[in-house]
Every structure is written in structure tokens, then in C-alpha cells.
């Protein structure tokens, strides 16, 4: 971790002018096209309370016209209502957006292909537990005005990510109406394959008025979410060479699963706002985000790479290499067929406080902004599981590429073992695991402008200066338990619990699979004290592990961290007149990042201390420093038309779990292994190049199409290498392997996107009410240079990045009845890296989504919802190798029907 970094400023080359229609237009002067001096907006006629399709389409367009940066916006059609029910569902049709689902929604998202996306509220970093970032996925999108996708970053905004950031906008007093304002929705959302109806709720309630200070405005915002989902799947998993079977890639597990629970996520913000005068106002700000998850999951697996087996009947997919089809069996008489039975039941929690003062100050030639910010959260999960084994198995076969779905999906035979009967199942191991992280987060900031001048140069100079201080810690701890009577496995039955057991098992229209007993994940934990006591019993060498009521702490998975943060920046306003006029900023960023981190090192012991683990604590610090130039310019053809040009530089750190400074020496391994973090990572840097060529028009009409080419280094990669010396982990002059994070390359991102957007109000009649957007992005280059040999189809793929993105919306909108349907496209893309056998990285299929909603509003104040999602029943489907070595296997989605109403006075 003792680096330093700068990214120093590069001469932009020339991009050539894109034309644009500008019949009957007249081009802005440089005094029009130069950004005013800044200051809020207190029209009291004004409410931002958008109501309706049209408004939020105009007001995003609005945003994305006049910012410096290159953004896209989502904007709320109504108080609690954006398009869809969280913050990553309503980004999934933003240009250059890539969103992944799971569990009933919107999970993570990617901006031109490259994730680890920087997140803020109302502008202020915000991150959750020991991670840099917040789970987007657990903001309700009723407590939502806005949201923005910044892909460019300007020298006043906080770095953090070589992605982009994505800033959510809550609601504020004083952009509502003069008086009270009492606004909510209720809503039910049923799925298909759960079966169950979610529950949403939101309510805010605020006030605007005069008072002998100044004006005055309070606002509570609140929402309590309960998502009900459930997916099925039938997947198999990690291909590598089989032991005995020479020359031969085989999936170490096929299994058929069931993953099912809820996620209740109640949130809250608060807000004072008072404007003292027009020169001086101040901002108070307190919100809650929590989210509560209690999740199963059932499957029955095989292992299809263990020792001590025979395989026979094996079949070869027609590379010759990888195996398709093959039957198991014993290698010897009373050897177990590696077949289990997994249920596992967790339950998580995540609470997020934040808290925001804000001060703004102007005239007619400065302005200054302080403002500072105190968040804390915590996150934590309990997690239990039982593996069992069924009995009389003889032999087992699997099909890893069966045809009983469409692309393929392994499908298995179990011969000799009776699954109806509870009696024949053992228990082979229970585990049961704890965790969290937690984090105090302190920001402050000051920033100055100085107006310079109407006409010259340089119009403004912006400085400021920004202190942060993070507070993070770690902790992860497991305990295994095998219980044996008489020598062999626990039986099902006797296990507590167990008279609770029931069969279990994926439903596929057209695919057989198998139906399996197990204790229901909410039954076991029900039962965790007796359980704790039977291990005790059962298992005494680890009776003393399973005394305590939680499982003690992993030294390797515990940390506790402190960054701190200081940054100064200045930024030149600029605008002149040749042939168009022109304006822009110049910046640059400077930022110094030093901390420290204490974890253990540890390896096992032996005869001469009682094989106890030796233990040490380890102590680690470091330091960055980044200097960070942007340059943005703005070419105005006419008041409608302009290119926007823009070369920018960030810097992404590393997470905190991957630099703590721990190993442990597996020393009872020839050679030894160490599995390690890694304190001398280094921070992701990029350098971007954007230009984007924008015709605004109407109401929110737009035609835009962007380019950009973005070059990042030290990308991550996790990876065994041999060593040939261990002596940094206290074994001198011994060779082994070192498991860890490591940098791997540069990567370069080359591609394009447009939009187009109108309402047809040129048309006659009914017709004026309809409207249209279509956008798209291609990404022509994403390569991550990996350190393994550039020998296979997709060995540079970059992660998570789908060459094709696609979306059409038709809208129709009155005040009355309004309507939308929308088409998503995803192409495929490499999901993960597979480090033994990085040819068999496994790769996500095309996706697709049609969804619809309609609206209606029978008085003023309440609007009616039917919504559709997932229409067309899009699965998503996997397989191994960019070019289809092997069907990885599907999981299936739900489609979606909700139904609400909202009210606004």
C-alpha cells in the first residue's frame, strides 16, 4: 500500500463536428451560453411535484441540456413514482446502463460496461458498512425525486469511481408549493412463481411558508417496502480437468435448486430548509435506509470431480475436451457417492443513518457553499445450513448439456436411492456462520466562486477544499458440525427438528427434476439451541466451538480500517465566441488518501505448543496521492444544438477486505499455500476522452449521440502464483503458492450511444399525446489485460460488459390516462473469471424485458396503476466459454402484475 499515483494532464485531441438540423435557428451569444453564477430556485408558483409521463421526460432532458458533466436522468412522474420499484430497476433503460436481476429486482448495475459505481444522496458519498459504495438496490424508488448518472466527473465532485457515480436526489421543502403538501401511494405487487403479493407503502407530508425570518419549509418523507420472491434454477459449476479422467474437463457440481424469501426495506428522510433571505439559506437533513432479508435456499447437488470414484458412459461435448455426459459410481464397495442435500437459511440486515447541514451563501459576484456530513451504518448476517446425504445410492448420472431446456441444462439420475422416504437421509454436516461490518463516516466541505466577469475569458473561479474520515471494521465467523451415531451419519429423523422435514424441489414446465426432504431453513434456526446441544453431543471434538451462541470470529475474514481523505480542487469557467460560442470549465483535483489497518496473521501449529494456531496481530498503513485534471468545452451551433466535449480522469481505491493486512500460512499443504490479502494493491486509474453531439427540441424531444474512450489501469484479478520465497509469511526459505487480489493490467473502453426522444405534439388530434425514445450503446472495445496467456476466445473480455444495449419506450400521456411500454436488450457478457480454468469463465446470455404500465387519474388528487413486468418471461440463461463450451444452466424470472394508487393535496 505505500504508493503514489498522479494522473497528469493530456493534451485532448481534435474530435470532428457532428452536424445537426438548425434550419431557422440563431446560435446563443458566449454571455448566454456562460453558466450563471448559481444559486437555488424560490419561485413560489413552482412545484416540483412532476405529475405525469411528459413531465418527468421534459424535466430529465432539461438536466442532461445544461449540466457540465456528460448525465443521463431518471425524474419521478409523481411524488412516489419512478418507472419501477427501486433505484437500479429505474436505471435499467438509461443510455449506456446495464442492469443484473435477482431475487424479484434490480440487483446491480453497470455504466459502459465497467462496475464498481460510485454512489451519492443529494450529492454527498455515501457508502454502506465496509464497502465503497451503497446497495442501490435497497432505496425504495417512492422516496425518490431523481436520479442521475454522471459519466463524467468535473473537478468539484467527489472521486471515487472510473465508472461514473450515481447520484440519488431525495425531495426538498422548498421545491414545493407555498403551504402544506400530503402525498403517498400504496401498492401490491404479485409474481408468478412466488405466488405472494409484495406490500409497498410511501407517505410525505410537508410545508412551505413565510415567517418573520425568512421562509420556512419542513418535509418527512417515508416508505416501508416488502419484496416476496422466488426463483428456481438448474445450474452446474466450475469445469476443470477431473482427476482420473485424463484429459477431460468436467463441472466440479450439477445441481437443481430453490431460492426463495423477502426483503423488507422501511426508509425515512427528513428535511428543514430555511431560506433567510435571497442571499443566505441553510439545510438540515436526517435519513434512514435499512433493509431486512430472510432468505432460503434448497438443492440437491453432485460432485462430480471428488476422489474415489469410477466414471463410465462418458460422453464428450464436440470439442473434444469437455464432458457432456458421464455415470459415477463407487471405486470401491463401501465408498459414499458424493450426492447431497443443502438447505440453508440466512437472515440479513443493513441500517444506514445519515445526517447533512448545508449553508449557502451569495451576491451578486460570490457565492460559497459549506456544508458537512456525520453517516454511520451497520450490516450483518446469520446463517444457517444442513447437508445431508441420502442413502442406497448406487450410481449417479448427469447430462450436463440435456436438452429439456432451450440452450441447455445439466440434468441428473440418481439409481438406487429412494428421495420419498425421510428415513433415508443423513445429516453429514450443519454449519452455521455470523457476520457483519459497520462504518462512521465524517465529511466536510467549503467551496468559493468568484464571479470574474459577463464578457471576457475566464467568467468564474471555483475553489474548495474537502476532508473525509472513514471508521470501517470487519468480522466473519463459521463452525462445522458432524454428527454421527454409532459410528455413521446422524439420521434425518432424530436430528432436532427433523419431524418437521418436507420435501422440496424446482418446478420446471417440460424438465424433470427431482423432489427432495429437508428440514425448512426457518425450522432449523427455530431450533438452534437444540441443535447447538445435539452437536455437542454428537460431535464432541467440536463441542467447545458449537458452546457459545454464535460462532467465535475467522481472524482472517476480521479487520478494522481508518482512511482519511483531503482534497482541494479549483475550476475555471470559460466562454468565448469563434464561429459558435463556446464555454466550458478547466480543473484539476487534488487529492491525498492516507490510512491505517490492523488484521492477523496465523498458521497452524504443531506438536510443540499443542497444535495450537500461532497467531499475530498485523498492523499495515499507507498512503495515495492523486492529481486529477478535467476539461470540458461546449460548442453552441444554435440555442438547440451543441457538442459537448469532455476529457476527464478519476481514481477508484480498493476495497477495504482486499488490502487488510492478514495472511494464513497453510502450512500442513506440500507446498505450503498462503491465502492473503493484499496491502500493496493499487488504486484503479483512468484517463476518458467523451464527445457528444446533443439537439434538444419541444418538450423533451432530443437526438444525441456520444462517443468515448476511456483508458484504466491495475483492474483486479484473484489468483494462485507460485513463490519461491514465503519468508514475507514467516516461512524463510520455503516455496509454495500465494493466494490472493492482485493488479492485473490496463484496460481500454471504446464505444458509442445515442438517443432519441420526442412527443408528437406536431401531430393532430389524439395523436399529439403520443411519444417515443429509443437509445443504444455499443461497445466496440472492452479489454482487461489479465496475466494469463491470450490463448482462447475471450481471455480479455472485460467483466460485466455487454457489447449491445438497447431500449424503446411509446409513451402515451394525458392529464387524465397516461400509458408506457417498454423493451430492454442486453447482449451477452463474461459474468466472472474462472482463475484455474479462465477458458471456462462463464458468460450471462442475452436478456430481454418487455414491461407496461398504465395510469389513470379519476380527480386531481389520486391516480390509479396497473403495471406488467417481465412480459415475455425472459430467464436468465448461462453457459461456460465465450463460445458455448458448455451450458452453465438457467434460472427462472418472474413475471410480474402490481397494481396501486396515489394521492398528492
Do not use: C
Not at 430453490?258 to 428535511?271: D, F, Q, W
Not at 465524517?442 to 477544499?465: H, I, M, P, Y
Not at 428440514?519 to 432449523?524: F, L, W
Request: without cysteine; proline residues 6%; neutral net charge.
Amino acid at each position: 500500500m505505500r504508493l503514489k499515483v498522479a494522473l497528469t494532464s493530456t493534451t485532448a485531441a481534435g474530435l470532428a463536428l457532428m452536424a445537426m438540423p438548425a434550419a431557422a435557428q440563431t446560435a446563443p451569444t458566449a454571455a448566454q451560453a456562460a453558466e450563471p453564477l448559481s444559486g437555488p430556485d424560490r419561485d413560489p408558483t413552482k412545484e416540483i411535484l412532476v405529475i405525469g409521463i411528459r413531465g418527468s421526460v421534459a424535466t430529465a432532458s432539461a438536466k442532461k441540456k445544461d449540466a457540465k458533466q456528460i448525465v443521463d436522468s431518471v425524474v419521478s412522474e409523481d411524488a412516489g413514482k419512478l418507472p419501477d420499484n427501486n433505484v437500479v430497476e429505474a436505471l435499467s433503460r438509461v443510455t449506456g446502463v446495464q442492469i443484473d436481476r435477482a431475487r424479484g429486482q434490480g440487483q446491480s448495475l453497470t455504466i459502459r460496461g465497467l462496475d464498481g459505481v460510485q454512489t451519492t444522496i443529494n450529492g454527498n458519498e455515501t457508502s454502506l458498512g465496509a464497502g465503497r459504495a451503497l446497495d442501490l438496490s435497497v432505496i425504495p424508488a417512492e422516496l425518490v425525486k431523481s436520479i442521475d448518472v454522471y459519466k463524467t466527473r468535473t473537478a468539484d465532485q467527489v472521486e471515487g469511481s472510473i465508472a461514473g457515480t450515481v447520484n440519488v436526489q431525495l425531495r426538498r421543502p422548498l421545491e414545493l408549493k407555498e403551504g402544506w403538501t400530503l402525498a403517498g401511494s400504496v401498492r401490491g405487487a404479485w409474481d408468478e412463481n412466488s405466488k405472494k403479493i409484495s406490500p409497498y407503502a410511501s407517505a410525505l407530508i410537508g410545508k412551505r411558508f413565510d415567517t418573520g425570518i425568512g421562509e420556512i419549509g419542513f418535509l418527512v418523507n417515508a416508505a416501508l417496502t416488502k419484496t416476496f420472491y422466488q426463483e428456481t434454477y438448474i445450474e452446474s459449476e466450475s469445469p476443470d480437468a477431473a482427476p482420473n479422467l485424463p484429459n477431460v474437463v468436467v463441472p466440479y457440481r450439477a445441481q437443481y435448486g430453490l431460492e426463495a424469501g423477502n426483503v423488507r426495506s422501511p426508509s425515512i428522510n427528513a428535511v428543514v430548509q430555511w431560506q433567510a433571505n435571497d442571499d443566505l439559506d441553510f439545510v438540515f437533513e436526517g435519513g434512514y435506509i435499512g433493509s431486512r432479508e430472510q432468505r432460503s435456499v434448497d438443492r440437491i447437488f453432485t460432485l462430480n470431480r471428488e476422489g474415489g470414484v469410477a466414471y463410465s458412459n462418458v460422453e464428450l461435448m464436440p470439442d473434444g475436451v469437455t464432458a457432456r455426459k458421464l455415470t459415477v459410481s463407487r471405486a470401491t464397495p463401501n465408498a459414499a457417492l458424493p450426492v447431497f442435500i443443502d438447505g440453508q437459511y440466512n437472515s440479513n440486515y443493513s441500517d444506514l443513518y445519515t445526517t447533512n447541514f448545508e449553508t449557502h451563501w451569495r451576491s451578486d459576484r460570490a457565492q460559497v457553499n459549506v456544508s458537512a456530513q456525520y453517516n454511520w451504518s451497520k450490516a450483518g448476517n446469520y446463517f444457517v445450513q444442513q447437508i445431508l446425504q441420502p442413502t442406497g445410492l448406487t450410481s449417479f448420472t448427469v447430462d450436463f448439456a440435456s436438452q429439456q431446456y432451450n440452450g441447455g441444462v445439466p440434468s441428473i439420475t440418481l439409481n438406487g436411492a429412494n428421495l420419498s422416504n425421510p428415513a433415508n437421509y443423513g445429516v453429514e454436516r450443519f454449519q452455521d456462520n455470523s457476520g457483519g461490518s459497520s462504518n462512521k463516516e465524517f465529511v466536510s466541505q467549503v467551496d468559493v466562486t468568484l464571479k470574474l466577469s459577463e464578457n471576457s475569458l475566464l467568467r468564474s473561479l471555483q475553489t474548495g477544499a474537502r476532508f473525509s474520515q472513514r471508521i470501517t471494521s470487519n468480522y466473519y465467523g463459521y463452525r462445522d458440525g458432524f454428527p454421527r451415531v454409532n459410528g455413521a451419519r446422524a439420521p434425518l429423523t432424530g436430528f432436532p427438528g427433523g419431524s418437521e422435514a418436507a420435501l422440496t424441489g424446482p418446478k420446471i414446465d417440460g424438465v424433470d427434476t427431482l423432489q427432495w426432504y429437508r428440514i425448512p431453513g426457518a425450522t432449523v434456526l427455530d431450533n438452534i439451541d437444540a441443535i447447538r446441544a445435539y452437536i455437542q453431543k454428537t460431535n464432541p471434538g467440536n463441542a467447545a466451538r458449537f458452546a457459545s451462541e454464535k460462532p467465535a470470529g475467522d481472524l482472517g475474514q476480521t479487520f478494522a480500517s481508518e482512511e482519511n481523505r483531503w482534497a482541494m480542487f479549483a475550476q475555471l469557467s470559460y466562454a468565448f465566441d469563434m464561429l459558435f460560442p463556446v464555454d466550458g470549465l478547466l480543473g484539476v483535483r487534488y487529492v491525498n488518501t492516507w490510512g491505517t489497518s490492523s488484521s492477523f496473521n496465523y498458521r497452524p501449529g504443531d506438536a510443540s505448543n499443542g497444535f495450537q494456531d500461532i497467531i499475530q496481530p498485523s498492523p499495515g498503513r499507507g498512503n495515495y496521492e492523486d492529481i486529477l485534471p478535467s476539461a470540458t468545452a461546449t460548442i453552441h451551433f444554435t440555442p438547440k444544438a451543441q457538442l459537448r466535449l469532455s476529457y476527464t480522469t478519476n481514481v477508484q481505491r480498493p476495497g477495504f477486505y482486499d488490502i487488510r493486512p492478514f495472511y494464513y500460512a497453510e502450512t500442513r499443504a506440500n507446498p505450503p499455500i498462503i491465502f492473503s490479502g493484499n496491502p500493496d494493491l493499487k488504486p484503479q486509474t483512468e484517463h476518458a476522452f467523451d464527445a457528444s453531439a446533443e439537439y434538444y427540441f419541444g418538450r423533451g424531444g432530443q437526438l444525441t449521440l456520444a462517443a468515448y474512450y476511456k483508458k484504466a489501469s491495475n483492474f483486479l484479478y484473484y489468483d494462485r502464483v507460485q513463490a519461491l520465497d514465503l519468508t514475507a509469511y514467516g516461512l524463510p526459505g520455503q516455496a509454495g503458492f500465494v493466494e490472493q487480489q492482485r493488479n492485473a493490467g490496463d484496460g481500454t473502453f471504446i464505444g458509442i450511444e445515442g438517443t432519441a426522444q420526442s412527443f408528437f405534439d406536431f401531430l393532430p388530434g389524439i395523436l399529439r399525446n403520443f411519444g417515443a425514445s429509443i437509445n443504444g450503446s455499443y461497445v466496440a472495445k472492452a479489454r482487461v489485460e489479465y496475466p494469463y496467456p491470450e490463448d482462447f476466445p475471450g481471455a480479455f473480455d472485460s467483466l460485466n460488459t455487454s457489447k449491445w444495449t438497447a431500449n424503446a419506450a411509446l409513451f402515451y400521456d394525458t392529464p387524465t390516462f397516461s400509458s408506457r411500454v417498454a423493451f430492454n436488450y442486453r447482449s451477452p457478457y463474461r459474468g466472472g473469471i474462472w482463475y484455474p480454468n479462465p477458458e471456462y469463465s462463464w458468460y450471462q446470455d442475452n436478456t430481454y424485458r418487455l414491461d407496461a404500465a398504465v395510469n389513470y387519474t379519476p380527480v386531481k388528487f389520486m391516480t390509479l396503476s396497473i403495471e406488467g413486468g417481465n412480459l415475455l418471461g425472459n430467464d436468465v440463461y448461462r453457459y461456460f466459454g465465450q463460445n458455448n463450451l458448455l451450458p452453465l444452466g438457467v434460472r427462472l424470472q418472474a413475471r410480474t402484475v402490481q397494481a396501486s394508487a396515489r394521492f398528492r393535496f
